[in-house]
């Protein structure tokens, strides 16, 4: 599968901002889909993820309440709603598909990521 994210920009803190991942190929729905983050010089991080039929997501504490993860496997399409945002959000977004579970080593597809960056 092949991942574009898409819908980075600029905003204010305390803006909304909507990130969006397409997905190529009729196998979407057969794949957990996930969002990362990397800040400039610090470690790509966990943000969210999503199961297959979109029933089941999940959070990193630093974004619960503000971000909300969906999909729409009609349109091969993850998006990312991302609320209340901070300075400390600011970064490279990717989006990864996992044909099994949701750790790191399993997304084994990504996207190209898509930069947000949050002005203070």
């Known amino acids: 599968v092949q991942l574009q994210a898409s819908g980075g920009g600029l905003v204010q803190a305390g803006g909304s901002l909507r990130l969006s991942c397409a997905a190529s190929g009729r196998t979407f729905s057969t794949y957990n889909m996930g969002w990362f983050r990397q800040a400039p010089g610090k470690e790509r991080e966990f943000v969210a993820a999503i199961s297959r039929s979109g029933g089941s997501t999940y959070y990193a504490d630093s974004v619960k309440g503000r971000f909300t993860i969906s999909r729409d496997n009609a349109k091969n399409t993850v998006y990312l709603q991302m609320n209340s945002l901070k300075f400390e959000d600011t970064a490279v977004y990717y989006c990864?598909?996992?044909?099994?579970?949701?750790?790191?080593?399993?997304?084994?597809?990504w996207g190209q990521g898509t930069l947000v960056t949050v002005s203070s």
């Open positions: 990864a598909a996992s044909r099994s579970g949701y750790s790191d080593y399993q997304y084994g597809y």
